[in-house]
């Protein structure tokens, strides 16, 4: 089955403390983002990366960091989450041709607190 | 910049209702626009698209066109039922691969 997969689902963190959230596609799409989703605000871009190795910074990227050094994986890096991080995450990915952008693929969420 | 604004929530209809989700966005260049829909705890589904000025993409009963005089992509169904209850996002992705979403709007549809 064609998904997006992220894990974890829920994760309860204190300030500072380093943490990761995965996400994987096997559609073997190039295009993958990650989003934050916070009320009165909708989705918003934190990351995006068009293929290996090659990443770029979104609409909100600060306290962030992205990996890209395999397709199907592009892990959420937080080096020192703050209580304003507290979101909830989405990644994304898509088939991008010279013609445009396939529709995203959402995976289900990650609901990050952060305290 | 870029940007997209859709109606403020939420909406309640009774089934069979009209419905119409108002979308406007700013954008430099031609970007494409999309409506997704989430249901609780799920992440965004695509519900329809369309790449170019004019284009009317449609899925499930629902229907939006591409109105590049008025920066508009509103989103319309003629029915309603309850199963239809979600929250929908307007979005635009631009030329150079940032994708913008609009706040959502949520909507209910009762029996």
């Known amino acids: 089955e064609a998904q997006v997969t992220q894990n974890p689902r829920y994760l309860i963190t204190v300030t500072g403390k380093k943490l990761t959230v995965t996400c994987s596609q096997n559609?073997?799409?190039?295009?993958m983002s990650w989003y934050r989703q916070d009320p009165g605000l909708g989705l918003r871009q934190i990351y995006y990366?068009?293929?290996?190795?090659?990443?770029d910074k979104g609409d909100v990227p600060e306290g962030y960091k992205v990996s890209r050094k395999e397709k199907r994986n592009f892990p959420l890096i937080l080096e020192s989450p703050s209580p304003n991080q507290t979101s909830l995450y989405f990644c994304?990915?898509?088939?991008?041709?010279?013609?445009?952008?396939?529709?995203?693929?959402f995976g289900n969420g990650t609901r990050l607190t952060v305290t | 910049g870029n940007s997209v604004t859709q109606m403020e929530g939420p909406v309640t209809l009774s089934e069979e209702a009209f419905l119409t989700i108002n979308c406007t966005y700013t954008?430099?260049?031609?970007?494409?626009l999309f409506w997704y829909v989430q249901y609780p705890g799920e992440g965004l589904q695509l519900l329809l698209k369309?790449?170019?000025?004019?284009d009317k993409g449609s899925n499930k009963g629902f229907e939006a066109t591409y109105r590049k005089e008025t920066t508009s992509f509103h989103l319309e169904k003629g029915s309603v039922q309850v199963s239809d209850s979600a929250v929908y996002f307007c979005?635009?992705?631009?030329?150079?691969?940032?994708?913008?979403f609009g706040t959502g709007t949520s909507l209910t549809v009762i029996p």
């Open positions: 994304a990915s898509s088939f991008q041709s010279g013609t445009g952008h396939s529709p995203l693929h």
């Open positions: 559609m073997n799409h190039e295009y």
């Open positions: 990366s068009m293929n290996v190795e090659v990443t």
């Open positions: 954008a430099t260049g031609y970007p494409s």
């Open positions: 369309a790449t170019k000025a004019d």
């Open positions: 979005a635009l992705v631009t030329p150079s691969n940032q994708f913008y």
